[in-house]
Every structure is written in structure tokens, then in C-alpha cells.
């Protein structure tokens, strides 16, 4: 069955340090990727997408994201934390074979501090 | 552009109570349509999807039931409610298959 793990459940780190969120799939097909971020009370806002081509994928607020296929991730990075970016982080994949549904990961929490 | 709507934001019900939750989607035709609980610490589970009028899917057995009267209307229902009804639920659409899911701002739900 299709699978994606976010294997940090929270992350602390420090207003303009760098940050990474992981995420790590279990498809057997090839997988589109999403990465959504939530803050408190609020619907999921879409940050960043993949499907074809470049692996390196530029999203919204700064951040980015690369594809390894060999390494099945999709890890989402920003070089610069500001206090907002503090949310709940979901990575979701989907695939032409599996219709037109979404597996969400559980999410990472990010908390800023100053 | 293309907005939805979701309401109400929070609702108290009682056990055994109804339920009906709307969801709409402006700026767009013949959207995919789609249902999430969210509970609390966990991620998403997709409740129910629609690709067209009058076309559900349901994806886990429950309380729940989905409807779709209009091309950009998904509705959310219940006979009667449980306590593990309560969550946050969410309504997205995309514009197709392999499209990235745009989500409203949800609806909180207890139950008491």
C-alpha cells in the first residue's frame, strides 16, 4: 500500500537558521509530490509541487524542495527561518495510477524560536 | 481566480445530533471535490471524493455520508452523530487528476 512518512514529528530552530523537513514515500508507480503547510485553525496551503522534470522544485515564501528517487524523498528546505514559518508542515503523493487521491504524511510541527 | 467556502468554521453538536457541512468552489466547472478529517496530532484521512454530480466515492466506513447536488457543491453529512465524529474536517478541490488539491479553512467539529 501506498505510504508516506514524515519522520520528525516536531523541530525547534532558531529565527535565520536553515531548516529541512523530511518526507519519504512508499508507491509503486511514479509519484507526484506536494508539500502543504498549515497554520493553527486553518486549511493547508499549498507551498510547493513536483511532477516531472527538474528535481529541485522552487516554492512559495522561500522555500524549495528536491526529489530523490533513489532515496524515495521529497524533503522540503529553507536556507533562512523567519518566526512565521512556524506551522505544521504535511508532505502528501499521489500518482496517475491511483486516481485522483492524495496520501498525506502525518506532518512535522515547526516551532521558531527566537 | 478560484476561492472555496466552507461552513460553518466551528459547530457544536450533541451526541446523536445531525450534521450537514457545505462546501462550495467558485471560478471553476466540473471540479474534483473532496472530503478530510483531520484529528488532532494526525495527519489527513480522505473521507470522500467526487469527480462529477452525483458521483461519490467513500473511502472509509463511518457515520459519515457525502453528497453532491451541484457541480461545485459537496455536502457533508450525518444521520447521527458520535463522539468520534468530533475532528477538524476539510474540503478541497482540484481541477483534475494529478493537480495539486487547493483546501478551504475547515470546519471544527466537537461533539459533547
Known amino acids: 500500500a501506498q505510504s508516506v512518512t514524515q519522520p520528525d514529528i516536531h523541530i525547534t530552530v532558531s529565527e535565520g537558521a536553515s531548516l529541512e523537513l523530511r518526507c519519504n514515500y512508499s508507491?509503486?508507480?511514479?509519484?507526484?509530490l506536494f508539500w502543504y503547510v498549515q497554520s493553527p485553525g486553518q486549511g493547508l496551503q499549498l507551498l510547493l509541487k513536483?511532477?516531472?522534470?527538474?528535481?529541485l522544485v522552487q516554492g512559495i515564501k522561500g522555500f524549495e524542495a528536491e526529489f530523490k528517487r533513489s532515496q524515495s524523498s521529497f524533503n522540503l528546505r529553507k536556507p533562512s527561518v523567519h518566526w512565521s514559518d512556524a506551522a505544521e508542515y504535511f508532505c502528501a503523493v499521489g500518482a496517475t495510477e491511483y486516481g485522483n487521491k492524495l496520501v498525506f504524511g502525518a506532518g512535522t510541527i515547526l516551532r521558531v524560536k527566537s | 481566480s478560484q476561492t472555496i467556502h466552507q461552513w460553518p468554521a466551528t459547530l457544536v453538536q450533541p451526541v446523536g445530533s445531525p450534521l450537514s457541512l457545505e462546501c462550495t468552489v467558485e471560478?471553476?466547472?466540473?471540479?474534483?471535490l473532496y472530503w478530510y478529517r483531520q484529528a488532532a496530532g494526525r495527519g489527513l484521512q480522505l473521507l470522500f471524493y467526487s469527480v462529477g454530480i452525483g458521483q461519490i466515492s467513500s473511502e472509509v466506513p463511518q457515520n459519515l455520508s457525502a453528497s453532491r447536488p451541484q457541480d461545485r457543491q459537496f455536502i457533508l453529512s450525518s444521520k447521527k452523530l458520535l463522539l468520534s465524529d468530533s475532528g477538524f474536517y476539510l474540503c478541497a478541490w482540484s481541477k483534475d487528476t494529478n493537480q495539486p488539491q487547493h483546501f478551504g479553512d475547515g470546519t471544527r467539529l466537537s461533539i459533547l
Open positions: 471560478g471553476t466547472s466540473n471540479p474534483n
Open positions: 513536483y511532477f516531472s522534470g527538474d528535481t
Open positions: 508507491y509503486g508507480a511514479t509519484p507526484y
